[in-house]
């Protein structure tokens, strides 16, 4: 499955009007079996900004390609920049109310499974298991030419390495990790090759442009098919790779419950949308069900 290089969309009909009543999402979990679906906006509260929502990047930053990706190593050398200084401040975010809840409903048993388009891995951290990463991780790096997979952690050692005293000013960040820079800022940035081949390296993450991996593509259809509902948490689901499920869940008659301030591309296929901010609904969400939130364990849990 090709991930279209979408960046907006508009709607076509009137959008599903949005409800402040998180009850149809508490009967939901309440009945069991529920397959959540995530996207950036569940990340914002954590500090990593959503590409379409208020303020969001796409305003100011377009996202790298595959194909530029790989056809310039100018492009190369501008994303690895950027990257590497935004990491320092992606790795350091801690999961908040929104990926604590999710991970208390899974604890619970309420859950069926949970496939995130984001590729902080903050579910994870919250204490999330089996997360589905559908674009893949920023944590880990693979090399284009003989497929090792090594960690950012490790690449951002050496990049330090090559390019000691690197440190300008980002106007700000993106939710792929990427911070914003001139040209001018990027300069003559080093880029560390694969350790192994001299390969090029790239984060293992999909980008604009390039194929989810077909068994990852599969693997998340089983689990709608398997599910009883779908929740959508913070997603606008521009990207066909995460409408597609709705529309899977829609057509076999699963009912799709979408928390989001904004209209979404998928508000047609749902039976209702919460324009609410993630954190508050879902801790007002787990409240009504006695669910408790461990908040420490999900802190303790965050790379150091």
């Given at each position: 499955m090709r991930m279209r290089p979408t960046l907006s969309w508009t709607p076509t009909e009137d959008p599903l009007p949005g409800t402040t009543e998180p009850a149809p999402v508490v009967d939901a979990l309440r009945s069991g079996g529920v397959l959540v679906l995530s996207g950036a906006g569940i990340s914002t509260e954590?500090?990593?900004?959503?590409?379409?929502g208020e303020g969001g990047s796409l305003s100011r930053h377009t996202p790298m390609t595959y194909q530029e990706f790989t056809a310039s190593a100018r492009a190369?050398?501008?994303?690895?920049?950027?990257?590497?200084?935004?990491?320092?401040?992606?790795?350091?975010?801690?999961p908040n109310a929104g990926h604590r809840a999710v991970a208390a409903f899974g604890r619970q048993g309420l859950l069926s499974g949970v496939i995130t388009q984001n590729v902080d891995g903050l579910h994870q951290a919250a204490g999330s298991e089996g997360v589905v990463e559908l674009h893949g991780s920023l944590e880990r790096v693979i090399c284009l030419s003989c497929g090792a997979l090594t960690s950012r952690r490790e690449l951002a050692h050496r990049l330090e390495e090559a390019n000691a005293g690197f440190g300008p000013v980002a106007a700000g960040l993106n939710p792929d990790g990427d911070a914003d820079l001139t040209d001018e800022?990027?300069?003559?940035?080093?880029?560390?090759?694969?350790h192994q081949c001299g390969g090029v390296l790239k984060p293992d993450v999909v980008f604009f442009g390039e194929n989810v991996p077909p068994p990852r593509v599969e693997h998340c259809r089983d689990l709608v098919e398997a599910a009883t509902s779908l929740l959508v948490l913070?997603?606008?689901?521009?990207?066909?790779?995460?409408?597609?499920?709705?529309r899977q869940a829609a057509r076999a008659g699963k009912p799709v419950?979408?928390?989001?301030?904004?209209?979404?591309?998928?508000?047609?296929?749902?039976?209702?949308?919460v324009a609410l901010p993630l954190g508050t609904t879902l801790t007002t969400v787990a409240e009504r069900l006695d669910v408790p939130l461990d908040i420490g364990s999900a802190e303790s849990a965050r790379r150091p």
């Open positions: 954590s500090g990593i900004p959503d590409y379409r190369r050398r501008r994303y690895w920049a950027r990257s590497h200084l935004g990491w320092r401040t992606f790795g350091r975010a801690l800022q990027v300069g003559d940035f080093s880029v560390a090759p694969c913070g997603s606008s689901l521009t990207v066909m790779s995460g409408l597609r499920f709705v419950l979408i928390v989001n301030r904004d209209p979404t591309r998928g508000d047609r296929h749902a039976v209702t949308r």
